[in-house]
């Protein structure tokens, strides 16, 4: 466990302070201009104020990260267009990946489409960023001797519920985002040991994250009412991290023979539910009850042949 460093103040005003090329991933979560309440007025700039305030985080970000480091940006509908210019045109990032998180609830609209998506815009300081992908690979559908069974990319569309007021972890801040989401990022573009920084750390979630995967942690919060909040979620006991693709949860068909069906089951749990406890004792329960009778019938199987043994 590694312990974050939390910062109180203005992005603007503490990233100079950040040594150049010190930083390995950037989880950058800002604020999206839409007019929300986060006990100050940073969500409700007018257009080229933002524009303005975007480019200049931006840039610092870009100074303080290592030459093999990424930076992620979530934002939503209104300005993920200019976003991507900012960060590819004016500021020369490499392009990695436009993701968009499905949130699958939220507010529903009478009048036009309800949103269900936000963005997250995956830019590297160099077209050689470190990836991790057997780190955040998702199960396989089916078991083939030639498919990889230590699993398949997760794509660009992923899904991840809001975290719910009676999970454990919910804070009171408005835009809490899920550790699931987070966790995907850090292990796919960072390693133990690595410095991750979030220059919008709201709630706390990266830090929470990087604190149980031993990355070193740095959080800016310009709301000190939120800084106390991170404190307290950073003291709680850990019981796994608090969202997962329900992929992970994904129990392959066709595990047929049973010295690989048991081989698989313990894998999938150190694959794909490390940081997940509880979801691993439903996986167990999922997995015999989906492969109880294959199980039976090779128990019996067994004992057949221990009792011819023994004639
Ligand atoms: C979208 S929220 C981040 C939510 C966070 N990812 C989480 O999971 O809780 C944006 C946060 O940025 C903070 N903020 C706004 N302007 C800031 C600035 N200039 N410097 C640092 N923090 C700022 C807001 O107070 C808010 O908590």
Same mark, same amino acid.
């Given at each position: 466990?590694?312990? +974050?460093?939390?910062?109180?103040?203005?992005?603007?005003?503490?990233?100079?302070?950040?040594?150049?090329?010190?930083? !390995?991933?950037?989880?950058?979560?800002? +604020?999206?201009?839409?007019? %929300?309440?986060?006990?100050?007025?940073?969500? /409700?700039?007018?257009?080229? !104020?933002?524009?303005?305030?975007?480019? $200049?985080?931006?840039?610092?970000?870009?100074? #303080?990260?290592?030459?093999?480091?990424?930076?992620?940006? *979530?934002?939503?509908?209104?300005?993920?267009?200019?976003?991507?210019?900012?960060?590819?045109?004016?500021?020369?990032?490499?392009?990695?990946? &436009?993701?968009? &998180?499905?949130?699958?609830?939220?507010?529903?609209?009478?009048?036009?489409? /309800?949103?269900?998506?936000? !963005?997250?815009?995956?830019?590297?300081?160099? +077209? %050689?960023?470190? *990836?991790?992908?057997?780190?955040?690979?998702?199960?396989?559908?089916?078991?083939?001797?030639?498919?990889?069974?230590?699993?398949?990319?997760?794509?660009?569309? &992923?899904?991840? @519920?809001?975290?719910?007021?009676?999970?454990?972890?919910?804070?009171?801040?408005?835009?809490?985002?899920?550790?699931?989401?987070?966790?995907?990022?850090?292990?796919?573009?960072?390693? $133990?040991?690595?410095?991750?920084? $979030?220059?919008?750390?709201?709630?706390?979630?990266?830090?929470?994250?990087?604190?149980?995967?031993?990355?070193?942690?740095?959080?800016?919060?310009?709301?000190?009412?939120?800084?106390?909040?991170?404190?307290?979620?950073? %003291?709680?006991?850990?019981?796994?991290?608090?969202?997962?693709?329900?992929?992970? %949860?994904?129990?392959?068909?066709?595990?047929?023979?049973?010295?690989?069906?048991?081989?698989?089951?313990?894998?999938?749990?150190? &694959?794909?539910?490390?940081?997940?406890?509880?979801?691993?004792?439903?996986? !167990?329960?999922? *997995?015999?009850?989906?492969?109880? #009778?294959?199980?039976?019938?090779? @128990?019996?199987?067994?004992?057949?042949? $221990?009792?011819?043994?023994?004639?």
């Amino acid at each position: 466990m590694t312990e +974050p460093v939390l910062h109180t103040g203005d992005c603007l005003n503490v990233l100079p302070s950040l040594p150049a090329g010190s930083v !390995d991933l950037i989880v950058a979560d800002p +604020p999206y201009n839409l007019g %929300k309440d986060y006990g100050n007025e940073s969500d /409700s700039m007018c257009r080229d !104020d933002y524009l303005t305030f975007t480019r $200049d985080w931006i840039s610092e970000a870009k100074r #303080v990260l290592k030459k093999d480091g990424s930076i992620y940006v *979530f934002m939503g509908f209104r300005y993920i267009a200019r976003l991507y210019i900012v960060l590819e045109e004016e500021l020369g990032l490499n392009f990695n990946g &436009w993701i968009t &998180w499905h949130y699958t609830q939220g507010m529903g609209k009478t009048k036009g489409f /309800s949103p269900r998506h936000d !963005d997250i815009l995956y830019f590297s300081k160099s +077209p %050689k960023p470190i *990836f991790n992908l057997d780190s955040i690979r998702i199960p396989q559908k089916f078991y083939r001797s030639r498919n990889n069974m230590r699993g398949a990319n997760p794509g660009d569309l &992923w899904e991840f @519920s809001h975290v719910h007021y009676c999970q454990e972890s919910r804070t009171e801040h408005p835009t809490q985002k899920p550790e699931g989401l987070i966790e995907r990022i850090v292990l796919a573009s960072s390693n $133990d040991g690595d410095t991750v920084l $979030d220059p919008f750390a709201g709630s706390g979630t990266t830090l929470r994250v990087c604190q149980q995967l031993n990355r070193n942690c740095i959080g800016i919060e310009i709301n000190p009412e939120y800084v106390d909040l991170i404190e307290s979620r950073l %003291k709680q006991a850990f019981n796994g991290f608090d969202s997962l693709d329900p992929r992970m %949860k994904r129990i392959p068909n066709d595990l047929n023979d049973p010295a690989i069906r048991e081989e698989y089951r313990k894998n999938h749990k150190a &694959w794909f539910l490390r940081n997940h406890p509880r979801e691993q004792q439903e996986f !167990d329960d999922e *997995f015999k009850r989906k492969y109880a #009778v294959k199980m039976r019938q090779a @128990s019996l199987n067994f004992d057949e042949a $221990d009792s011819e043994c023994v004639n």
